[in-house]
């Protein structure tokens, strides 16, 4: 069975500095997601992206954040200058008809 | 704003006993509602949805709009059942895009 995949599964980086967070969704899937989890809170959407452009972004996707599909399969989340609060589990998630979650980037700012 | 409560953080019950995972929302258009679950060390995963109406691995749940609830039921819980149980709610947009709110889930520990 198809699944999403994500990496890497954990990523440690200092505070200021760049990451990328890679997802490979669903072959056939139309739509694509960023959800983070900061520990022992509740799962919060980021941002959904359709037809190449991102369709909803919620407040927590500031101008740190930006998302691409470079190449047609990977989907990617970067954020510019990591802050320390951007310590959180990051899931992908793609959709035709159902919504399939990738295992999820565990980032750790310090 | 829409919103999700899960007022019960953790919800432990005995092997055979009945389950109820409550969910209310609070949402002023007409929503759908999911039950997610994650089960220890795998990913997040679509349980069931209100606007199927259902029965997945003996889970039910029934959209209440007067209450305002999703809670999710199961006549007879079994071990494998343990894992963390997310309610979710979506404002349904044209063209299939949709912002999903969670609740901050619950953990089922069903104990032999």
């Known amino acids: 069975e198809p699944e999403v995949t994500q990496t890497p599964s954990h990523q440690v980086t200092q505070m200021g500095q760049e990451v990328i967070l890679r997802c490979v969704p669903i072959?056939?899937?139309?739509?694509f997601y960023w959800y983070r989890q900061i520990l022992g809170q509740k799962v919060e959407f980021l941002v959904s992206f359709y037809n190449n452009e991102i369709s909803e972004k919620s407040e927590i996707f500031d101008d740190q954040f930006s998302v691409e599909r470079p190449d047609g399969s990977n989907f990617t989340l970067k954020i510019r200058s990591t802050k320390l609060e951007d310590s959180a589990m990051y899931f992908c998630?793609?959709?035709?008809?159902?919504?399939?979650f990738g295992p999820g980037t565990r980032l750790l700012v310090l | 704003a829409q919103r999700v409560t899960q007022p019960e953080k953790l919800l432990s019950v005995f092997k055979g006993a009945p389950v109820e995972l409550k969910c209310n929302y609070s949402y002023s258009g007409s929503p759908e509602l999911f039950w997610y679950v994650q089960y220890s060390r795998q990913r997040l995963q679509l349980l069931l949805r209100?606007?199927s109406r259902e029965s997945i691995k003996g889970f039910t749940a029934d959209l209440n709009k007067g209450e305002t609830s999703f809670h999710l039921k199961k006549p007879f819980a079994q071990e494998e059942d343990s894992a963390m149980y997310y309610c979710?709610?979506?404002?349904?947009?044209?063209?299939?895009?949709?912002?999903?709110?969670f609740g901050r889930g619950t953990s089922l520990i069903v104990h032999p």
């Open positions: 998630a793609s959709k035709k008809e159902t919504q399939y």
């Open positions: 979710a709610l979506s404002e349904s947009k044209s063209g299939g895009s949709y912002i999903p709110t």
């Open positions: 209100h606007i």
């Open positions: 072959s056939n899937h139309l739509y």
